[in-house]
């Protein structure tokens, strides 16, 4: 199992971009997804998340800017982020919680290898 993310880049300040994580491998659910950002210097936050069906929570710092959306058939994610700052800069990292195979008693986590995004002012 391995989550891509890709979508990251440059992009002024009050601009917009969209990143992307795609869920591949044999799967039995991909259960909650999330989005997690690491600013330099600082430590991962956990910015957006979304369940299985559709409940989205965000972080005060994107409320009202950012918006995470699924689809289930594909097993994709996406961060629409609009009105982008300066601190929104950093590495952007997909997360997810899967149940892989039926023999397994619990879901685990996984991790994305991060995409870049840099908001110039």
């Known amino acids: 199992v391995q989550l891509q993310a890709c979508g990251g880049g440059l992009v002024q300040a009050g601009g917009s971009l969209r990143l992307s994580c795609a869920v591949s491998?044999?799967?039995?659910?991909?259960?909650?997804l999330a989005w997690y950002r690491q600013a330099p210097g600082k430590q991962r936050d956990l910015i957006a998340g979304?369940?299985?069906?559709?409940?989205?929570r965000y972080a005060d710092s994107v409320k009202g800017r950012f918006t995470i959306s699924r689809d289930n058939a594909k097993n994709t994610m996406d961060l629409q982020m609009i009105r982008v700052e300066p601190e929104d800069t950093g590495v952007y990292y997909c997360?997810?919680?899967?149940?892989?195979?039926?023999?397994?008693?619990?879901?685990?986590?996984?991790w994305g290898q991060g995409t870049q995004v840099t908001v110039s002012s």
């Open positions: 997360v997810a919680n899967i149940w892989v195979d039926y023999s397994d008693e619990h879901s685990r986590e996984y």
């Open positions: 491998g044999s799967v039995v659910s991909v259960n909650a």
């Open positions: 979304i369940s299985r069906s559709q409940i989205t």
